[in-house]
Nanobody, 116 residues
Framework: QVQLVESGGGLVQPGGSLRLSCAASGFTFNTYGMSWYRQAPGKERELVAAIGSLGISTNYADSVKGRFTISRDNAKNTVYLRMNSLKPEDTAMYYC?????????WGKGTLVTVSS
């Protein structure tokens, strides 16, 4: 049974930091590209960051470049998203996704709220 379980969300003040984790099971983690997406209320889901199966290649949305860092630990079947200098506009539900065409899996999300 495939599972992606996100954790680490919460309420943080502007300028603060959080680290999200996504624990994977039920598939061969180190052969899948992993991504973080987010969806704010009333907005479409958007790609935040992605990382290749070996952790070598990464890419980021322009809105988070220089502030967020995606990483993975294939020994722990976990992908991370380090978020620094958080802004109110980063408030959203954050989802991790695993993809190896044509298969795609999604977690249920973790809520990040940036507010003073």
């Amino acid at each position: 049974q495939v599972q992606l379980v996100e954790s680490g969300g919460g309420l943080v003040q502007p300028g603060g930091s959080l680290r999200l984790s996504c624990a994977a099971s039920g598939f061969t983690f180190n052969t899948y590209g992993m991504s973080w997406y987010r969806q704010a209320p009333g907005k479409e889901r958007e790609l935040v960051a992605a990382i290749g199966s070996l952790g070598i290649s990464t890419n980021y949305a322009d809105s988070v470049k220089g502030r967020f860092t995606i990483s993975r630990d294939n020994a722990k079947n976990t992908v991370y998203l380090r978020m620094n200098s958080l802004k109110p506009e980063d408030t959203a539900m954050y989802y991790c996704a695993a993809r190896r065409s044509p298969k795609e899996y999604w977690g249920k999300g973790t809520l990040v709220t940036v507010s003073s």
